[in-house]
Protein backbone atom coordinates (compact mmCIF):
# COMPACT_ATOMS: atom_id res chain seq x y z
CA UNK A 1 0.00 0.00 0.00
CA UNK A 2 1.33 3.43 -0.89
CA UNK A 3 2.29 5.79 1.98
CA UNK A 4 2.10 9.56 2.19
CA UNK A 5 4.13 12.60 3.29
CA UNK A 6 3.61 13.41 6.96
CA UNK A 7 5.91 15.87 7.26
CA UNK A 8 4.65 18.99 8.89
CA UNK A 9 2.59 21.71 7.01
CA UNK A 10 1.90 24.93 7.79
CA UNK A 11 0.01 28.26 6.02
CA UNK A 12 1.85 31.01 6.47
CA UNK A 13 0.41 33.96 4.15
CA UNK A 14 -2.25 36.01 6.05
CA UNK A 15 -4.59 36.82 2.66
CA UNK A 16 -4.01 33.17 1.00
CA UNK A 17 -4.15 31.05 4.01
CA UNK A 18 -7.44 30.21 4.15
CA UNK A 19 -7.26 29.07 0.25
CA UNK A 20 -4.45 26.82 0.50
CA UNK A 21 -5.82 25.00 3.78
CA UNK A 22 -8.81 23.59 1.84
CA UNK A 23 -7.00 23.29 -1.48
CA UNK A 24 -4.73 20.90 0.83
CA UNK A 25 -7.33 19.12 2.20
CA UNK A 26 -9.11 18.15 -0.88
CA UNK A 27 -5.76 16.74 -2.15
CA UNK A 28 -5.14 14.83 1.06
CA UNK A 29 -9.00 13.49 1.19
CA UNK A 30 -8.06 12.46 -2.49
CA UNK A 31 -5.03 10.85 -1.34
CA UNK A 32 -7.55 8.66 1.55
CA UNK A 33 -9.76 7.92 -0.38
CA UNK A 34 -7.36 6.28 -2.89
CA UNK A 35 -5.66 4.61 -0.02
CA UNK A 36 -8.76 3.47 1.84
CA UNK A 37 -9.67 1.20 -1.46
CA UNK A 38 -6.30 0.10 -1.82
CA UNK A 39 -6.42 -1.42 1.82
CA UNK A 40 -10.00 -2.52 1.11
CA UNK A 41 -8.30 -4.56 -1.34
CA UNK A 42 -5.36 -5.48 0.20
CA UNK A 43 -4.67 -9.30 1.85
CA UNK A 44 -3.88 -8.21 5.08
CA UNK A 45 -7.45 -6.22 5.19
CA UNK A 46 -8.83 -9.61 3.38
CA UNK A 47 -7.75 -12.05 6.04
CA UNK A 48 -8.30 -9.68 8.80
CA UNK A 49 -11.88 -9.31 7.19
CA UNK A 50 -12.64 -13.13 6.63
CA UNK A 51 -11.69 -13.52 10.76
CA UNK A 52 -14.03 -10.63 12.05
CA UNK A 53 -16.96 -12.25 10.11
CA UNK A 54 -16.26 -15.38 11.96
CA UNK A 55 -17.34 -14.12 15.06
CA UNK A 56 -20.88 -13.83 16.72
CA UNK A 57 -22.84 -10.30 16.50
CA UNK A 58 -24.33 -10.44 20.29
CA UNK A 59 -27.29 -9.66 21.06
CA UNK A 60 -27.30 -7.02 23.53
CA UNK A 61 -28.08 -8.60 26.74
CA UNK A 62 -25.30 -11.06 25.85
CA UNK A 63 -23.04 -7.89 25.45
CA UNK A 64 -24.15 -7.11 29.01
CA UNK A 65 -23.34 -10.40 30.06
CA UNK A 66 -20.05 -10.40 28.10
CA UNK A 67 -19.15 -6.78 29.95
CA UNK A 68 -20.24 -7.69 33.40
CA UNK A 69 -18.48 -11.12 33.65
CA UNK A 70 -15.01 -9.75 31.53
CA UNK A 71 -15.13 -5.84 30.87
CA UNK A 72 -12.29 -6.10 28.82
CA UNK A 73 -13.35 -8.50 26.21
CA UNK A 74 -12.68 -8.08 22.78
CA UNK A 75 -13.49 -11.28 20.70
CA UNK A 76 -15.39 -14.43 22.28
CA UNK A 77 -16.46 -17.48 20.93
CA UNK A 78 -16.85 -20.91 22.07
CA UNK A 79 -13.84 -23.12 23.40
CA UNK A 80 -14.51 -25.55 20.35
CA UNK A 81 -14.62 -22.67 17.89
CA UNK A 82 -11.40 -21.47 19.14
CA UNK A 83 -9.83 -24.55 18.53
CA UNK A 84 -11.23 -25.48 15.09
CA UNK A 85 -11.35 -22.09 13.69
CA UNK A 86 -8.98 -20.70 14.50
CA UNK A 87 -6.03 -23.16 15.82
CA UNK A 88 -6.03 -21.72 19.49
CA UNK A 89 -6.29 -23.03 23.43
CA UNK A 90 -8.47 -22.33 25.77
CA UNK A 91 -5.37 -21.81 28.61
CA UNK A 92 -5.41 -24.05 31.53
CA UNK A 93 -7.73 -22.24 34.47
CA UNK A 94 -9.94 -19.66 32.38
CA UNK A 95 -12.91 -19.19 33.69
CA UNK A 96 -16.06 -19.28 31.53
CA UNK A 97 -18.13 -16.11 30.17
CA UNK A 98 -22.16 -17.30 30.98
CA UNK A 99 -23.84 -16.12 28.24
CA UNK A 100 -27.32 -17.39 26.56
CA UNK A 101 -27.38 -19.51 23.31
CA UNK A 102 -30.42 -19.91 21.12
CA UNK A 103 -31.65 -23.37 20.81
CA UNK A 104 -32.97 -24.15 17.34
CA UNK A 105 -34.55 -26.91 16.38
CA UNK A 106 -37.59 -28.56 14.89
CA UNK A 107 -40.38 -26.58 16.07
CA UNK A 108 -44.38 -27.35 16.17
CA UNK A 109 -46.18 -24.97 13.61
CA UNK A 110 -48.86 -24.26 16.05
CA UNK A 111 -47.67 -24.13 19.97
CA UNK A 112 -44.28 -23.76 18.41
CA UNK A 113 -42.70 -25.68 20.94
CA UNK A 114 -39.86 -28.15 20.27
CA UNK A 115 -40.98 -32.42 19.63
CA UNK A 116 -40.42 -32.88 23.20
CA UNK A 117 -42.04 -30.43 24.66
CA UNK A 118 -45.02 -30.67 22.26
CA UNK A 119 -45.94 -33.87 23.02
CA UNK A 120 -45.88 -32.85 27.13
CA UNK A 121 -48.41 -29.51 25.92
CA UNK A 122 -52.25 -29.50 25.11
CA UNK A 123 -51.58 -28.92 21.69
CA UNK A 124 -53.26 -31.11 19.33
CA UNK A 125 -51.72 -29.91 15.91
CA UNK A 126 -51.08 -33.47 14.03
CA UNK A 127 -50.82 -32.30 10.20
CA UNK A 128 -47.91 -33.29 9.91
CA UNK A 129 -44.82 -35.63 11.61
CA UNK A 130 -42.41 -33.57 13.82
CA UNK A 131 -39.87 -34.92 11.22
CA UNK A 132 -41.56 -32.25 8.40
CA UNK A 133 -41.54 -29.14 10.86
CA UNK A 134 -39.37 -26.48 10.25
CA UNK A 135 -36.52 -25.54 12.29
CA UNK A 136 -37.18 -22.58 14.56
CA UNK A 137 -36.16 -21.11 18.01
CA UNK A 138 -37.52 -22.86 20.88
CA UNK A 139 -35.46 -21.29 23.79
CA UNK A 140 -32.21 -20.27 25.04
CA UNK A 141 -29.28 -22.44 27.30
CA UNK A 142 -26.79 -21.21 28.75
CA UNK A 143 -23.50 -21.54 27.22
CA UNK A 144 -19.76 -20.35 28.12
CA UNK A 145 -17.61 -18.42 25.34
CA UNK A 146 -14.04 -17.27 25.89
CA UNK A 147 -12.43 -14.08 25.69
CA UNK A 148 -9.12 -14.06 23.06
CA UNK A 149 -6.96 -12.92 26.18
CA UNK A 150 -8.12 -16.26 28.08
CA UNK A 151 -6.66 -18.47 24.58
CA UNK A 152 -3.00 -18.93 22.86
CA UNK A 153 -2.11 -19.72 20.03
CA UNK A 154 -2.02 -18.96 16.29
CA UNK A 155 -2.06 -15.20 15.93
CA UNK A 156 -5.49 -13.67 14.77
CA UNK A 157 -5.00 -10.90 11.86
CA UNK A 158 -4.81 -7.14 13.18
CA UNK A 159 -4.94 -4.21 11.63
CA UNK A 160 -2.80 -1.52 12.73
CA UNK A 161 -5.10 1.43 12.80
CA UNK A 162 -2.27 3.68 15.63
CA UNK A 163 -1.16 7.02 14.41
CA UNK A 164 2.51 7.68 15.61
CA UNK A 165 5.08 10.11 15.43
CA UNK A 166 6.12 13.27 17.72
CA UNK A 167 3.09 14.68 19.75
CA UNK A 168 4.79 16.17 22.41
CA UNK A 169 3.92 19.37 21.54
CA UNK A 170 0.34 18.88 20.59
CA UNK A 171 -1.80 17.49 23.05
CA UNK A 172 -1.71 19.98 25.82
CA UNK A 173 -2.94 22.25 22.96
CA UNK A 174 -5.80 20.09 21.74
CA UNK A 175 -6.75 19.72 25.81
CA UNK A 176 -6.90 23.67 25.41
CA UNK A 177 -8.62 23.64 22.49
CA UNK A 178 -11.73 22.30 24.22
CA UNK A 179 -13.09 25.43 25.79
CA UNK A 180 -13.13 27.02 22.25
CA UNK A 181 -14.39 24.14 20.64
CA UNK A 182 -17.33 23.79 22.98
CA UNK A 183 -16.19 20.39 24.77
CA UNK A 184 -15.64 19.10 28.04
CA UNK A 185 -12.14 16.82 27.90
CA UNK A 186 -11.17 14.31 29.83
CA UNK A 187 -8.16 12.24 29.72
CA UNK A 188 -9.21 8.89 31.64
CA UNK A 189 -6.85 6.65 33.22
CA UNK A 190 -6.37 3.11 31.67
CA UNK A 191 -7.77 1.08 34.92
CA UNK A 192 -10.77 3.61 35.26
CA UNK A 193 -11.74 3.30 32.05
CA UNK A 194 -15.19 2.18 31.07
CA UNK A 195 -15.84 2.13 27.69
CA UNK A 196 -14.66 -1.49 26.67
CA UNK A 197 -12.57 -1.46 23.46
CA UNK A 198 -13.16 1.82 22.62
CA UNK A 199 -10.10 4.31 22.11
CA UNK A 200 -12.47 7.46 23.06
CA UNK A 201 -16.13 8.56 23.38
CA UNK A 202 -17.88 11.29 22.85
CA UNK A 203 -21.32 12.21 25.43
CA UNK A 204 -23.98 14.31 26.82
CA UNK A 205 -22.56 15.87 30.61
CA UNK A 206 -26.32 15.07 31.49
CA UNK A 207 -30.18 15.38 30.32
CA UNK A 208 -29.71 19.36 31.57
CA UNK A 209 -26.17 20.21 30.42
CA UNK A 210 -25.91 19.55 26.63
CA UNK A 211 -22.55 20.31 26.53
CA UNK A 212 -20.56 18.00 24.67
CA UNK A 213 -18.10 15.88 26.81
CA UNK A 214 -15.37 13.41 25.22
CA UNK A 215 -13.34 11.19 27.03
CA UNK A 216 -10.10 9.25 25.90
CA UNK A 217 -8.18 6.50 27.45
CA UNK A 218 -4.76 7.35 28.36
CA UNK A 219 -2.23 5.46 26.59
CA UNK A 220 1.99 5.77 26.11
CA UNK A 221 1.11 6.50 22.30
CA UNK A 222 0.82 10.21 22.82
CA UNK A 223 0.62 10.48 18.54
CA UNK A 224 -2.44 8.14 18.67
CA UNK A 225 -3.69 9.86 22.22
CA UNK A 226 -3.99 13.01 19.86
CA UNK A 227 -5.49 11.85 17.06
CA UNK A 228 -8.63 10.10 19.08
CA UNK A 229 -9.02 13.29 20.48
CA UNK A 230 -9.36 14.69 17.33
CA UNK A 231 -11.73 12.09 16.48
CA UNK A 232 -13.78 12.86 19.18
CA UNK A 233 -13.64 16.27 18.78
CA UNK A 234 -15.08 15.61 14.90
CA UNK A 235 -18.16 14.06 16.66
CA UNK A 236 -18.34 16.75 19.06
CA UNK A 237 -18.49 19.25 16.48
CA UNK A 238 -20.18 17.79 13.82
CA UNK A 239 -22.39 14.79 15.26
CA UNK A 240 -23.58 15.43 18.73
CA UNK A 241 -27.18 15.99 18.12
CA UNK A 242 -27.85 13.30 15.39
CA UNK A 243 -29.79 10.72 16.62
CA UNK A 244 -29.86 8.19 13.75
CA UNK A 245 -28.24 5.10 14.58
CA UNK A 246 -28.32 4.12 10.83
CA UNK A 247 -25.85 7.25 10.19
CA UNK A 248 -23.42 5.72 12.47
CA UNK A 249 -20.97 4.51 9.55
CA UNK A 250 -21.04 7.88 8.16
CA UNK A 251 -20.34 9.67 11.53
CA UNK A 252 -17.30 7.48 11.46
CA UNK A 253 -15.89 8.57 8.35
CA UNK A 254 -16.42 11.73 8.96
CA UNK A 255 -14.68 11.87 12.08
CA UNK A 256 -11.77 9.62 10.94
CA UNK A 257 -11.20 11.77 7.85
CA UNK A 258 -10.65 14.61 9.98
CA UNK A 259 -8.43 13.10 12.29
CA UNK A 260 -5.86 11.94 9.68
CA UNK A 261 -6.18 15.47 8.04
CA UNK A 262 -5.21 17.52 11.11
CA UNK A 263 -3.23 14.65 12.26
CA UNK A 264 -1.56 14.82 8.86
CA UNK A 265 -0.84 18.65 9.21
CA UNK A 266 1.03 18.62 12.71
CA UNK A 267 2.86 15.61 10.93
CA UNK A 268 1.61 12.59 12.51
CA UNK A 269 1.78 9.30 10.35
CA UNK A 270 -2.12 8.64 10.08
CA UNK A 271 -1.94 6.15 7.44
CA UNK A 272 -3.48 3.49 9.73
CA UNK A 273 -6.74 5.73 9.24
CA UNK A 274 -7.49 3.75 5.84
CA UNK A 275 -7.67 0.53 7.17
CA UNK A 276 -10.28 2.02 10.24
CA UNK A 277 -11.83 3.29 7.67
CA UNK A 278 -12.07 0.45 4.96
CA UNK A 279 -13.95 -1.13 8.15
CA UNK A 280 -16.59 1.13 7.83
CA UNK A 281 -16.89 1.61 4.64
CA UNK A 282 -18.24 -1.19 2.97
CA UNK A 283 -18.69 -0.97 -0.66
CA UNK A 284 -19.06 3.00 -0.77
CA UNK A 285 -15.97 3.74 -2.16
CA UNK A 286 -17.24 7.69 -2.78
CA UNK A 287 -18.30 8.26 0.80
CA UNK A 288 -15.24 10.49 2.06
CA UNK A 289 -15.70 12.62 -1.35
CA UNK A 290 -19.71 13.33 -0.69
CA UNK A 291 -18.95 14.53 2.95
CA UNK A 292 -16.26 16.66 1.83
CA UNK A 293 -17.14 19.82 2.82
CA UNK A 294 -17.98 18.79 6.58
CA UNK A 295 -14.85 17.38 6.44
CA UNK A 296 -12.95 20.23 5.18
CA UNK A 297 -14.77 22.84 6.93
CA UNK A 298 -14.16 20.98 10.86
CA UNK A 299 -10.66 19.79 10.10
CA UNK A 300 -10.12 23.74 9.24
CA UNK A 301 -11.33 24.67 12.44
CA UNK A 302 -9.75 22.28 14.83
CA UNK A 303 -6.54 23.06 12.70
CA UNK A 304 -7.04 27.20 13.43
CA UNK A 305 -7.82 26.85 16.96
CA UNK A 306 -4.80 23.83 17.95
CA UNK A 307 -2.63 25.92 15.84
CA UNK A 308 -3.42 29.35 18.04
CA UNK A 309 -3.14 27.48 21.64
CA UNK A 310 0.41 26.80 19.93
CA UNK A 311 1.29 30.15 19.27
CA UNK A 312 2.05 29.47 15.65
CA UNK A 313 -1.14 31.84 14.48
Known amino acids: ?6 SAVSFDDFDTRRDEMHSTIEHWVDDLTALTDEARASQQFQEWLDVQSTFHDYSHRNTLLITLQCPNATKVAGYN ?23 IT ?17 CEYDKTLPEAWSKGLVGFKPTAVFDVS ?10 ETEATGNAENLVSPLQDAADELGVTVRI ?12 GVCKQRSLYDLQPIVEVKARANQADLAVTLIHEYAHALLHFDVEDKCERAKREVEAEAVAYIVGRYVGLDTSGSVFYLAAWQDDDSDAIQDRLGRIRTTAATIIEVVEQKRGYV
Not at 1 to 6: K, R, Y
Not at 83 to 100: L, Q
Open 1 to 6: MATSDF
Open 81 to 103: TWRTEFDRHVKEGENGIWIWAPI
Open 106 to 122: KQCPECENSPSYHEQSE
Open 150 to 159: QTEGEPLPEL
Open 188 to 199: VNADEWEHGKAK
